[in-house]
């Protein structure tokens, strides 16, 4: 990581991130690589890593997000059904709808994404993670 006035610069294989546990997840982690810990007024972005065979929760919340997919295959359950994911998509998903992320089975590496998220939920307080 690099700090030098107004300035934050974190690598993403460089920053280390911490399991997701959550009721429904196998083999995700995350780091938050900008947030609210930096003074982010807006928004945060963090890299998930889910693990070949790994998934995370289905689930939905009352903001939106952006997603852009850096490594890996898998698949996201979004729109009701389940669509093929692979390294340079980008994803959104509209707040309040179910959504989770597969992980290919016998690839070489994590399915490796960013997320990018608003710090305050719509309905207020801040955004988990963020």
């Known amino acids: 990581m690099t700090t ?3 300035v934050l610069i974190r690598n993403i294989d460089e920053t280390p991130r911490t399991p997701v546990h959550m009721e429904g997840v196998k083999g995700a982690s995350m780091a938050v690589m900008v947030g609210r810990e930096d003074g982010a007024p807006h928004f945060a972005l963090r890299q998930f890593a889910v ?3 790994g ?4 689930h939905s919340h009352d ?3 952006e997603v852009f997919v850096v ?6 359950f979004l729109g009701g059904r389940e669509n093929p994911i692979r390294a340079g998509d980008v994803i959104y998903v509209p707040a309040n709808e179910q959504h989770q992320f597969r992980s ?4 070489p590496g994590d399915l490796r994404f960013l997320c990018l998220v608003p710090v305050e939920q719509n ?4 955004v988990p993670g963020s």
């Open 55 to 58: 998934h995370t929760p289905r």
């Open 71 to 76: 490594s890996g295959e898998g698949t996201i």
């Open 63 to 65: 903001y939106e997000h």
């Open 4 to 6: 030098a006035r107004d």
């Open 104 to 107: 290919r089975e016998n690839q």
């Open 123 to 126: 309905c207020g307080g801040p």
């Open 51 to 53: 693990e070949p065979g």
